[in-house]
Structure formats: C-alpha cells, structure tokens
C-alpha cells in the first residue's frame, strides 16, 4: 500500500515544506535577542553578510530553475531575517552610514537576482561558490566565539533549528532535485552548523572574556 518510491516522495514534500514553515521563525529568537540586549556583541558582521549572499544566490538560483518552492522556500525567509540581522550588527556597532547604505543597496541587488536579469550560468556560478562562502562565513562566526570564550548574542535556538534544517535538506534536494551542487552545499552547510552547536553546547554557561586592564602608572618606588 505504501511503495518505496511514493513513500519518500511524500516524506519528502512533508519535510520541505516543514522547513519552508519553520524557516519563517528560525531566526527570529536571534532577532529579539539583539532587540532585548541593544547589543549585536559576538555576531560577526562579515560572517552574516557572507551568510546572506550565499543564500541569496541559492535562493535564486533554485527560483529561476523553477525547482519546487518546497525545495528552496525556506530562503525567502531567510533572506529577510539575515538581512534584518545584519542591519541591526551595523546599527548597534555605530555605523549608521554603512545601515543605511546596505538597506539601499541590497534589495536592489536582490531584484536584480530574482527578476531574470542576471544569466542563468552567472546564478549557477554563484550558486556553485555557495560551498567556501557558506564555509567560510560559519567558520569566522566559530572563531570569534573561539577568541571570546563564548558565543555572545548568539541564539541557541537559532543554531540549532537551522542545523537540523540544514540535514534534513540533504535528504530533500536528493529526493526532488537531483542537483548535486545543491546536494554538496547542504552537507558543507551541516557540518559548519553543527560545529556552531557544538560550541553553543561547549560554552552555554560561559561569559564574554574581558580583556586584561592596564596596570596604571609605574610602581611606587619602596622608602628606605
């Protein structure tokens, strides 16, 4: 009653489209988390910009190949929270300039991502780097925690919905794409979201490292 082939398949469509509803909140505990604190201390700004490029180019790379939405949609979402999230890092770090210039520029870009103006081969092509990019961006927010000896204004609930995502994602692009690039971009974005996890677990009771004060003046000479 229930072959092989239909099993997965619906299994499949049950998962995408779990994601696609969980990835509407997944970043939304980290958002209120830096709202409620005034204070985006410990995210890195140059992994969440890298994180959000990556996930731009895939989701319009999936968008323009017609994929099923169930496969991608997820990236709608996250889109929208990662750049919320790296707006709130400039604006808390003071750049006023640089927020208001990246609120400008990006949903320019974006449009010009997901309304066929940018060539088919050049979306693969970004989709194709999403691999060192997605690497690259997890792994600088890891070294950052590994410097502060903890994982600062990072939420735990964010990390860990997004690595069970992030598995559970290597099973639906086998089963309703076929793409290996996106197949291969799943299994690097699992392992750097679990390392994240595991720092989130290794340092949960940790507090920021406080640089070391300078000793003020010279030392009193001693009397005779």
Not at 65 to 77: D, I, L, Q
């Amino acid at each position: 009653m229930f072959p092989v082939p239909c099993l997965k398949s619906t299994l499949s469509k049950g998962l995408g489209l779990g994601i696609v509803a969980g990835s509407s909140m997944v970043k939304i505990p980290q958002v209120l988390k830096i709202m409620m604190n005034k204070s985006a201390e410990g995210i890195s700004i140059y992994g969440t910009l890298m994180e959000l490029f990556a996930v731009s180019g895939a989701t319009a790379y999936c968008y323009v190949k017609e994929f099923p939405f169930s496969t991608y949609g997820e990236g709608v979402f996250l889109i929208l929270q990662t750049a919320l999230i790296a707006a709130m890092v400039l604006h808390f770090s003071g750049q006023r300039l640089l927020t208001l210039l990246f609120t400008l520029l990006y949903p320019a870009a974006l449009y010009v991502l997901l309304a066929g103006l940018t060539p088919l081969h050049v979306l693969w092509t970004l989709q194709s780097a999403n691999v060192p990019i997605i690497v690259a961006a997890k792994l600088i927010q890891a070294v950052s925690n590994f410097r502060n000896g903890s994982t600062g204004q990072l939420s735990a609930v964010t990390v860990f919905l997004l690595f069970a995502g992030s598995l559970a994602r290597i099973f639906t692009s086998v089963q309703d794409t076929g793409d290996t690039t996106l197949i291969v971009t799943f299994i690097a974005t699992s392992l750097v979201n679990g390392l994240l996890a595991a720092q989130v677990l290794y340092y949960w009771n940790a507090k920021p490292a406080k640089p070391a004060k300078k000793k003020a003046g010279k030392k009193a000479k001693k009397s005779d």
